[in-house]
Nanobody
Framework: RVQLVESGGGSVQSGGSLRLSCAAS????????MGWFRQAPGQEREGVAI???????RYADSVKGRFTLSQDNAKNTLYLQMNSLKPEDTAMYYC?????????????????WGEGTQVTVSS
């Protein structure tokens, strides 16, 4: 069965860094789109960064220049390096995978989700 297991969340001060990991299993890794989404309390889930099956990446405007998506195909693992963190980055971060397409603009209709990892940034 499909599993997406996130790790790497935590609490940091503003300006700090974290690296999130998403270990994937149970589906053909190289053919799927993958990405990171986040959800703050009382807000809708929003896209952060996605990578398609050809390796092209897209980022939300709010994280461009600060966050970097990468993947290790040998380990079926997706990473999100987050630098210059801000209090508004505080949220539960979710790994997502879809057989067809992922877009930063929406979290609707995605095939698979991880359970999330909490990121808290204090000012």
């Amino acid at each position: 069965r499909v599993q997406l297991v996130e790790s790497g969340g935590g609490s940091v001060q503003s300006g700090g860094s974290l690296r999130l990991s998403c270990a994937a299993s149970g589906y053909p890794w190289s053919t799927y789109c993958m990405g990171w989404f986040r959800q703050a309390p009382g807000q809708e889930r929003e896209g952060v960064a996605i990578i398609d099956s050809e390796g092209d990446t897209r980022y939300a405007d709010s994280v461009k220049g600060r966050f970097t998506l990468s993947q290790d195909n040998a380990k079926n693992t997706l990473y999100l390096q987050m630098n210059s963190l801000k209090p508004e980055d505080t949220a539960m971060y979710y790994c997502a995978a879809d057989a067809t397409v992922l877009v930063v603009a929406t979290a609707v209709g995605i095939d698979y989700w991880g359970e999330g990892t909490q990121v808290t940034v204090s000012s």
